[in-house]
């Protein structure tokens, strides 16, 4: 990758039909440090970026018919690193937009003074190193979490061979454990890495809205629809659609999309005509789905439409020794956020967080270490740092009387019986133990009334 900054030998392509204007702004970039070529046509543009990779395009929307916007389109598929700047003169503004929308970095006038646009290549330059670096650090996350365990082994193994095909995918896992990450992943590292990555959360929408959002509508269909609306797989053409907790979705919007995985074709709410589209479905679940196809609550067709390869991604309990690498990631993340400089934690919150259950998972993770980073005074995360579910524990296992009539006993006799335990194991600390036991003291006190504590 190459250095930043206005000494970088970076590869500048002018593409300007104005020849006097494209020798000023090459001669004024040449001399900030850059390697700058220049044409003055769209078959200019399609020669030299045939042949070689700019790091920025300096593109011209005044090329002609053959030209302009529609290379847009081209470079971007081409050669996705390549940063697009857009010149145009007032009258073409609307055109300077769409580029924008189809995935240029920047527009602007041609009136603007050279300077300007060495600014905003150097900019280009640097939002694109940044989203490398981003992107090998997110790449070497993920291999981090891998860990030593054979079930994340088998994840990472599994995702390697299914990314460069066009295959359906479910996730299975429960809320918090990444599944949207893996679905990112397999996109990442698929053919369609540089085409859209759409995310939609199924139980997040009410239904005839989901059907809405996923398949678009006409003007019309329904009161509020007062204009034609692309759906989301439209928006993802070409790339990927993520279907987060599927195992909601209604049975009508089910039938739609199993003629999505069918034929390839969706139908906007409210039209009477089918249009094709070239989408990959991950789709991702937390309940059991064989379960449910069993009791007639999702349909078993559409289920082996999903199911062609399963991906289980283990709790965060289950691979324990990713712990530190993540701790490490949520530090550096939230340290930028919250303008704090906390390198890491001591001991006994290290301890803490290893005797942890996590049920919320991975993203529970990363929402305590935020908050201990608030809370930090230091350099360290101390115990009474984190929350108060993981100083005191999430629901306290302690051992519940049982009789060998019922195997069970009453709530009462349960309650009771948690509430004397706590307090005995805290030294009748009333304040401790309403914190272990995930009770306000006023509660407790009320309930030691009741069974006769006080």
Not at 422 to 431: D, H, M, R, V
Request: proline residues 4%; aromatic residues 6%; neutral net charge.
């Amino acid at each position: 990758m190459r250095s930043k900054g206005k000494t970088a030998k970076a590869d500048i392509l002018i593409a300007t039909p104005e020849m006097a204007y494209g020798a000023t702004v090459a001669n004024f970039l040449a001399r900030q440090g850059f390697t700058v070529e220049r044409c003055h046509d769209a078959a200019g543009v399609l020669r030299l970026a045939g042949r070689r990779t700019f790091d920025v395009l300096v593109l011209d929307l005044d090329l002609g018919n053959e030209g302009d916007i529609a290379l847009v389109s081209y470079i971007r598929q081409k050669s996705p690193a390549t940063r697009l700047v857009l010149l145009f003169d007032i009258e073409l503004i609307d055109k300077a937009i769409d580029g924008i929308r189809q995935g240029a970095y920047f527009y602007l006038p041609k009136s603007s003074p050279p300077s300007d646009l060495v600014l905003v290549v150097e900019k280009a330059l640097r939002y694109r190193d940044t989203e490398a670096a981003a992107d090998d650090y997110e790449r070497t996350i993920f291999e981090e979490l891998v860990g030593q365990t054979p079930a994340m082994q088998r994840v990472v193994e599994l995702i390697h061979k299914v990314s460069p095909t066009d295959s359906t995918v479910l996730l299975l896992g429960e809320s918090g454990t990444g599944k949207e990450v893996v679905a990112n992943t397999i996109h990442r590292l698929s053919r369609r890495k540089d085409m859209p990555f759409v995310a939609v959360n199924c139980a997040a929408l009410p239904e005839a809205l989901l059907e809405s959002e996923l398949f678009g509508h006409v003007q019309g269909a329904f009161t509020g629809a007062d204009r034609d609306k692309a759906g989301l797989f439209e928006e993802a053409e070409g790339g990927t659609i993520f279907l987060d907790e599927i195992g909601d979705m209604s049975p009508i919007t089910q039938a739609k999309l199993l003629r999505v995985l069918q034929n390839g074709e969706i139908r906007r709410v409210g039209s009477t005509m089918a249009q094709r589209v070239n989408v990959r479905i991950v789709a991702a679940t937390n309940r059991d789905l064989v379960e449910a196809v069993a009791r007639n609550a999702f349909r078993e067709d559409l289920y082996f439409r999903l199911n062609v390869v399963q991906i289980r991604i283990p709790p965060l309990r289950e691979r324990m020794e990713a712990l530190p690498v993540l701790i490490s990631h949520f530090l550096a993340r939230s340290n930028t956020r919250f303008g704090k400089q906390v390198r890491g934690l001591d001991d006994h919150a290290m301890s803490l967080l290893r005797h942890y259950e996590f049920p919320g998972n991975v993203r529970e993770l990363e929402s305590l270490i935020a908050h201990a980073v608030i809370m930090a005074d230091g350099e360290l995360i101390r115990a009474r740092d984190l929350p108060e579910p993981v100083q005191f524990g999430v629901k306290p296992r302690l051992a519940l009387p049982y009789t060998a009539e019922s195997g069970s006993v009453p709530l009462a006799e349960a309650e009771e019986h948690h509430i004397r335990n706590a307090l005995e194991k805290l030294n009748g600390n009333q304040s401790l133990a309403a914190k272990k036991l995930g009770i306000s003291r006023s509660t407790l006190w009320r309930k030691m009334r009741e069974y006769g504590m006080e």
